[in-house]
């Protein structure tokens, strides 16, 4: 009895003793994590609940509330009291002492780095409405999205794409050695309703990530299994639904996580339904328009003309993820975790081969993608024990299983070609953190990447099945392997300056067997030793108000298997051949920003840069045994290779301005400006217009509206790359029948209302004026007048 009458004095001294705050947003009702909070001399932080222990904290001139997503509040202790512990921040557009990881691969301020960083922030995330991880990239501001089909999206980052871009997910990278130099797809594998967040490094990475990281990293993070912190057991939840009516979206998702103090487990799911995309009716451009389509009936073609020609027929498309994780702490410094990783789409029309023409009429009767599949398992071990060689260290082992296929025939062919790729990755990593004096922070690590690409190609009968081997896209069972080492050094020199550098060294191997029996090649294999180094130094200084950044770097891209090995049909009347003579790509990077904060209620931000591409690797003409034209798929074809040119020039500026004009009203507007020339002083490919937003945003006790516009500058003929003036049936006509991207801008909104902290709503009407356009370089127009609606409950 006594016991009992103890353990009970015992709870009742801690409820009353203890004084328990919780933190909350004011719009969604969600529970804010790392709020700090201030008092005299000490301060609190607030869990992954939103809760903290004040108790001990001199509450004589009041607590202040600070997190870098929401303004500051200061409360009295009175006032406290009388809100029964409960607080709620109200979102700030203003970006101040973020923290970011792509950097180093460790946590840091972001305005101790001197890169340029762009955080989609989890915030940010739930406050916008799109349909796939490219889409969500746009709302970082700062990189634009191609697309040649709807299921797909290629980033373009200061003039550079696809394999000068290098995709992370989770600290492994994403990049293969098939990652080609035309507009890739392979980011929408990642689940966008799973993305929890994403850093995007604008400028070379190669110091940290390798290769590839030319033009920018995109490092994205995915869902994490969340321990039990108050309670011995959690189970919680999430479930959405979202449709849109430009193209009938209808997807689903789910997750959940289980956990107890020590062990926790992650299932999250999604499945996406897309119909035919409808552009819009208004601007005119009814070059857009989708007039007539091939179906095929008992083995028949036969043109139709669309009734509904502003709908674009076999752009429709489905998708499946699935991603399970498990997370164990073996003590407060030993953490193991697994990750299981898996996306499917359906067949993917590859929408702009469809509206090319041939002695007139439509070209292909068949043009898709078959199932891209992304499979990846990915095991690692975190330990946060001092030792002399590291304060924290992380190994990661990931592999990676990459499967995609193109199908194409020609209209009444009775003869459909099909290609397969299979790209096997196994990739380690180290990294490792040291504090080598107070000030002081050293960074190192070590990478191994060893790709195996399987390649083989049938053509098939479709009325009697029969098949026979034609040439693969790549030579079967090649190898691309990478190692490297790297160390970067941080100094705070003074409060307000930081110092950083870094180097890098990589070993590239590349092995490939060509195959003789469908071509005569001069030479029957690759084989490519190489090596790379690059490093970079940057400063930031923090006087007050102000941010001031420098950054001076290197990157690279090592030539891969589709560089030197590829055969294809790489645009209408052109053929590549493979080339054994490559060097690696270097980009020579200047970084220049500064920022201005104002009363903490505007801020003004802006940065130049300056890129010059050594040794560029681009397609250029070529001959093969001697002839520059060769029969290729049944036609004659100007033959090309990849080459290292002499080189390419990019530079350019982004402005933003954000503001708190009030407590419910906010403002933001990004601007970007890009140009870039090749050593001939023509265009280049992947630098895309001018481009930029601005979002007017209401915010009010569960509620939250975003009045915003995006915008978009012309490309005109003399503009245009080489290899784009050729794609007529991907752009407008100018006055003088030539091709060009035309200028355009949306009209857009997004509404969301929080019932309660578990049900909430979220409904947009994007481009309401119904304009037609289509972005820079894309094969599929834009949607028209889309409305959209999405519910999502907690648990």
Not at 89 to 114: F, G, H, P, T
Not at 540 to 548: D, M
Not at 709 to 727: Q, W
Request: hydrophobic residues 35%; contains cysteine.
């Amino acid at each position: 009895m006594t016991k009992i009458l103890t353990a009970l004095l015992s709870v009742i001294y801690l409820n009353i003793s203890a004084q328990i705050i919780t933190v909350t947003d004011e719009t969604d009702l969600h529970p804010i994590e790392n709020v700090i909070i201030s008092g005299k001399n000490d301060c609190a932080i607030t869990d992954k609940d939103g809760k903290a222990d004040i108790s001990f904290l001199d509450k004589e001139n009041g607590l202040i509330f600070k997190h870098p997503a929401y303004a500051d509040l200061k409360l009295t202790f009175a006032e406290l009291k009388k809100q029964n512990y409960k607080v709620k921040l109200i979102e700030s557009v203003l970006d101040i002492n973020e923290v970011v990881v792509s950097a180093n691969s460790w946590e840091q301020n972001k305005n101790e780095v001197s890169n340029r960083i762009k955080i989609i922030s989890e915030r940010t995330i739930a406050n916008t409405v799109f349909q796939t991880s490219a889409d969500m990239l746009k709302a970082s501001g700062e990189v634009f999205v191609q697309k040649s089909q709807l299921g797909g999206g290629s980033p373009l980052i200061r003039g550079y794409a696809a394999n000068r871009i290098l995709l992370v997910v989770d600290g492994v990278r994403m990049n293969n050695a098939i990652y080609r130099s035309g507009n890739l797809q392979n980011i929408i594998s990642v689940d966008a309703n799973s993305i929890e967040s994403s850093e995007i490094i604008l400028g070379p990475g190669s110091v940290i990530y390798g290769s590839d990281a030319i033009g920018g990293v995109i490092d994205l993070h995915t869902l994490k299994p969340e321990f039990a912190i108050h309670e011995k057991k959690i189970f919680s939840g999430n479930i959405a639904g979202r449709f849109s009516s430009a193209d009938k979206e209808k997807t689903g998702h789910a997750d959940f996580n289980l956990a107890t103090e020590n062990t926790a487990f992650l299932t999250s799911f999604s499945y996406s339904d897309y119909d035919d995309l409808k552009m819009g009716s208004n601007g005119g451009h009814d070059e857009y328009l989708r007039k007539e389509y091939i179906i095929t009936n008992n083995g028949i073609d036969m043109i139709i003309r669309n009734s509904d020609e502003e709908l674009q027929k076999f752009s429709g498309f489905s998708q499946l993820s699935l991603i399970q994780k498990i997370s164990h702490k073996f003590n407060n410094r030993l953490k193991l975790n697994y990750a299981f990783y898996y996306s499917e789409t359906s067949d993917v029309p590859r929408y702009d081969r469809l509206l090319q023409y041939s002695d007139g009429h439509l070209k292909y009767a068949e043009w898709y993608y078959g199932p891209q599949k992304w499979l990846m398992h990915n095991i690692g071990i975190e330990c946060g024990n001092k030792t002399k060689l590291f304060d924290k260290f992380k190994f990661t082992v990931a592999y990676q299983d990459y499967e995609e296929s193109r199908h194409d025939r020609k209209y009444l062919s009775d003869e459909i070609r099909e290609r397969y790729e299979d790209v096997k990755a196994l990739s380690f990593n180290l990294d490792a953190e040291k504090q080598i004096s107070e000030k002081s922070y050293i960074y190192y690590g070590a990478e191994a990447i060893l790709d195996k690409v399987y390649s083989s190609g049938t053509e098939k009968n479709i009325f009697t099945g029969e098949k026979s081997e034609i040439a693969s896209r790549y030579p079967d069972d090649s190898d691309w392997n990478e190692y490297a080492v790297y160390a970067s050094f941080k100094n705070n020199i003074s409060d307000i300056t930081t110092l950083s550098a870094g180097l890098r060294y990589n070993i590239i191997n590349i092995y490939a067997q060509l195959d003789t029996v469908f071509y005569d090649f001069p030479f029957t294999e690759t084989d490519l030793n190489t090596g790379a180094l690059n490093g970079n130094l940057g400063i930031t200084v923090r006087p007050e108000t102000w941010l001031f950044k420098f950054n001076a770097g290197t990157g690279f891209r090592a030539p891969n298997i589709d560089d030197m090995a590829k055969i294809f049909d790489s645009e209408p009347g052109s053929v590549i051949v493979p080339n054994d003579d490559l060097r690696p790509e270097y980009i020579y990077n200047i970084d220049l920003g500064i920022s201005k904060t104002f009363a903490d209620k505007f801020q003004i931000d802006a940065a130049i840069f300056s890129s010059y591409l050594d040794n560029a690797l681009v397609r250029d003409d070529f001959t093969f045994n001697g002839q520059d034209s060769v029969i290729y798929d049944g036609e004659l074809s100007k033959v090309q290779a990849v080459v290292n040119a002499d080189y390419a020039f990019v530079y350019g500026f982004t402005v933003s301005l954000n503001a708190d004009i009030s407590e419910n009203l906010s403002i933001k507007s990004s601007f970007n400006f890009t140009k870039g020339k090749d050593s001939d002083d023509k265009p280049l490919r992947h630098v895309a217009p001018p481009f930029g937003s601005t979002h007017f945003i209401f915010k009010a006790d569960k509620l939250r509206a975003d009045l915003y516009f995006e915008y978009n500058g012309e490309i005109s003929y003399d503009d245009l790359a080489d290899s784009e003036r050729d794609k007529t049936y991907m752009y407008a006509e100018d006055e003088n029948g030539n091709p060009y991207s035309p200028a355009w801008y949306t009209a857009n909104f997004i509404l969301s209302y929080q019932f309660n902290k578990k049900i909430g709503i979220k409904a947009a009407a994007e481009n309401i004026t119904d304009m037609r356009y289509r972005p820079y370089s894309s094969g599929i127009a834009a949607p028209g007048i889309n409305f959209m609606f999405s519910v999502s409950a907690s648990f």
